[in-house]
């Protein structure tokens, strides 16, 4: 407990909680005109009763306020620091209070220590639904004590119930914060099965997607072999026995093959019969997502890549689009897919959203395919916001190409 408590006030850093949960799915301007007009209606709200209750001590006035104020705007991105400075405003509030109370039968508006605790109540249990371990602990004690505190410095004229209801509101708001910690980690765990079940699904695909194309060389090789005798002159007994051997072993190799895509395939599901895509067939994709209303500017310099390669590429840049379509409604989006020696680069971009995206849950599942074939071929993966608000998708794909000298 000791440790947690010096955790929460001093040594605990906002980098040591879990990343905020995303529950705002509007649009940017109207949360923050929301939160401005609740900082108006709080301050005003509290500066009416602080200046009435402290007879006009200004500057002990606009300090409370500023404790209350700014806690708000600090909790996205400095949540324990703005918890620290609401608790440091409520002490503030408490010393407040104690310089001189109101006559008997006072209303709501003259007891302001009530206002001061508004704003500390949803930090807390956002902050306790952030923490890891242990660490609530030292929180939830630190909000025992000050609503301790506020209910003793007024219980000289209103009586031990405001320490009671101060106490209940602080254990209720506690068991709220641990409430939503618990949900959080429910999610999380759902999210991370989702995402091996997303992975070993992308990888029965990818293995049934190289069916055509292992088939298609094994195939080649079992015909070469089984007409080279008759294409070429003078073959050796040894050489043709060598070559039938060969061809048989393909033949062994392509129904192994076709046994274990029969596996793979879930049941009921009928073999695809159509060729597989390749980075040849970019353009008709690009162009399919213009005629859907896709604001697409595309620099494909590719050609048709090795072996799986094209595979790849065709899908990750399909996948790329309708993350696009789907999470950025409106916005532009730039596909550049360039090959060097070795190598296939894709930089797939796009802006904020410029309507609000349907309902739907965006789990990342479709990231998680993308960097699972980037992986399958020994390339990289990066994703991740843009500061504009958009999006950036960089894969880098090994063609497996040896390079010229």
């Not at 129904?255 to 895509?277: C, D, I, N, S």
């Not at 990289?380 to 000298?405: I, Q």
């Amino acid at each position: 407990m000791v440790r947690s408590l010096v955790w929460a006030l001093v040594t605990g850093k906002d980098g040591d909680l879990l990343p905020p949960a995303r529950w705002w799915r509007g649009p940017e301007w109207l949360k923050a005109l929301g939160t401005t007009g609740l900082l108006a209606l709080l301050a005003a709200t509290s500066y009416s009763a602080w200046s009435r209750y402290l007879d006009g001590d200004l500057p002990l006035v606009f300090a409370l306020l500023a404790l209350q104020a700014l806690p708000l705007p600090l909790a996205g991105r400095h949540p324990l620091t703005a918890l620290r400075l609401a608790g440091l405003g409520m002490l503030v509030a408490c010393y407040a209070v104690r310089r001189g109370l109101p006559g008997p039968g006072a209303g709501l508006a003259d007891w302001p220590l009530q206002t001061q605790f508004l704003p500390y109540l949803p930090l807390l249990a956002l902050v306790l639904a952030r923490t890891r371990g242990r660490e609530g602990a030292g929180i939830a004690a630190v909000a025992v004590l000050l609503a301790a505190a506020t209910g003793i410095v007024q219980e000289p004229r209103a009586g031990a119930k405001t320490l009671v209801w101060a106490l209940i509101v602080a254990v209720t708001t506690i068991a709220v914060g641990y409430a939503l910690q618990q949900r959080r980690r429910a999610l999380t765990t759902a999210d991370e099965e989702r995402g091996k079940r997303t992975v070993l699904e992308e990888r029965t695909r990818i293995a049934r997607e190289l069916h055509d194309i292992v088939g298609h060389h094994l195939t080649l090789i079992t015909l070469r072999a089984d007409s080279a005798p008759h294409r070429v002159p003078d073959v050796s007994e040894a050489a043709a026995a060598e070559l039938r051997a060969l061809g048989q072993a393909a033949r062994e190799a392509l129904e192994e093959t076709r046994r274990l895509v029969g596996v793979l395939r879930e049941e009921g599901a009928r073999p695809e019969r159509a060729p597989q895509p390749g980075a040849a067939e970019l353009p008709r994709l690009v162009e399919r997502c213009r005629e859907s209303g896709l604001d697409v500017r595309a620099r494909l310099e590719v050609g048709e890549p090795p072996g799986t390669v094209g595979l790849a590429v065709y899908r990750i840049v399909q996948e790329a689009l309708s993350n696009a379509r789907r999470h950025s409604p409106g916005s532009a989006v730039s596909v550049d897919v360039t090959r060097a020696a070795g190598t296939v680069s894709i930089v797939v971009e796009n802006g904020p959203a410029e309507r609000t995206p349907p309902p739907g849950r965006g789990d990342g599942t479709g990231l998680a395919g993308i960097a699972e074939r980037a992986g399958s071929l020994g390339g990289t993966y990066e994703a991740g916001p843009r500061p504009d608000g958009g999006f950036r998708l960089a894969v880098t794909l090994a063609t497996r190409e040896e390079v010229a000298p």
